[in-house]
C-alpha cells in the first residue's frame, strides 16, 4: 500500500557531504512524521534524526550541526543533508515514515529497504 525508495548512499572520504532521499508512493491519504535511522554492524537501530514539519524536527545527538533534515511534503519525500561526515556515521541508514493509508483510518508505520554509507579514507 505505501513504500519508501531511498537514494542516495554510497562511499565518501571523511569530511565529505552526501544527501539521502526517500519517496514515499502508494495510496496515501497523509503522512506523519518522517525520519532517518541507522543501523551499524553489531549495533542496534539508532534514531538520527525525524521530522513532522519544517520547525518541528529532532536530532541525535552525534549528528546535530553536521546533519539537517527536511520533507517536500508535495513530492512525499523526505530528505537527510549529511555534511562533515565521520567514519562512526557508517551504517545502513533506513527511512521511516508514519502513514495512512487510502485503505485505512489509522496510521501505520513504514520502513524503507536501507541504503549504504560508508564513510573511509
Known amino acids: 500500500q505505501v513504500q519508501l525508495v531511498e537514494s542516495g548512499g554510497g562511499l565518501v572520504q571523511p569530511g565529505g557531504s552526501l544527501r539521502l532521499s526517500c519517496a514515499a508512493s502508494?495510496?496515501?491519504?497523509?503522512?506523519?512524521?518522517m525520519g532517518w535511522y541507522r543501523q551499524a554492524p553489531g549495533k542496534q537501530r539508532e534514531l538520527v534524526a525525524r521530522?513532522?514539519?519544517?520547525?518541528?524536527?529532532v536530532y541525535e545527538d552525534s549528528v546535530k550541526g553536521r546533519f539537517t533534515i527536511s520533507r517536500d511534503n508535495a513530492k512525499n519525500t523526505v530528505y537527510l543533508q549529511m555534511n562533515n561526515l565521520k567514519p562512526e556515521d557508517t551504517a545502513v541508514y533506513y527511512c521511516?515514515?508514519?502513514?495512512?493509508?487510502?485503505?485505512?483510518?489509522?496510521?501505520?508505520?513504514?520502513w524503507g529497504q536501507g541504503t549504504q554509507v560508508t564513510v573511509s579514507s
Open positions: 521511516y515514515a508514519s502513514a495512512r493509508p487510502s485503505s485505512s483510518w489509522s496510521y501505520r508505520d513504514y
Open positions: 502508494g495510496s496515501i491519504s497523509s503522512i506523519g512524521v
Open positions: 521530522i513532522i514539519s519544517g520547525s518541528n524536527t
